[in-house]
Nanobody
Framework: QVQLVESGGGLVQAGGSLRLSCAAS????????KGWFRQAPGKEREFVAS????????YYAVFVKGRFTISRDNAKNTVYLQMTSLKPEDTAVYYC????????????????WGQGTQVTVSS
């Protein structure tokens, strides 16, 4: 069993940056693919970024490529999402996710979800 707790969300102006963190507890941190999804009001939850078991391979949605960076710190059992050049359309609740499938791109392969953290980008 894995528990995930996100932090780092907030209100930021367009063009600004935020770093989200996801602290994991439980067994097997390094055995999971790790990722971030987001859900805006009235929309389905969508893939943002993921990182493989070893951390050597990363995957990004087209709309965040070049702006967001996913990383992990095995010693701290923490996954990060560095977000730069934020746009109003990035406004959403961001969820940390762990799963066993690489690449982790769909909600159907997620085994564990965090509770989410709100990111609001003002224009």
């Amino acid at each position: 069993q894995v528990q995930l707790v996100e932090s780092g969300g907030g209100l930021v102006q367009a063009g600004g940056s935020l770093r989200l963190s996801c602290a994991a507890s439980g067994r097997g941190f390094s055995n999971y693919a790790k990722g971030w999804f987001r859900q805006a009001p009235g929309k389905e939850r969508e893939f943002v970024a993921s990182i493989g078991w070893s951390g050597d391979t990363t995957y990004y949605a087209v709309f965040v490529k070049g702006r967001f960076t996913i990383s992990r710190d095995n010693a701290k059992n923490t996954v990060y999402l560095q977000m730069t050049s934020l746009k109003p359309e990035d406004t959403a609740v961001y969820y940390c996710a762990f799963g066993s499938i690489v690449p982790m791109r769909g909600v159907d392969v997620v085994a564990y979800w965090g509770q989410g953290t709100q990111v609001t980008v003002s224009s």
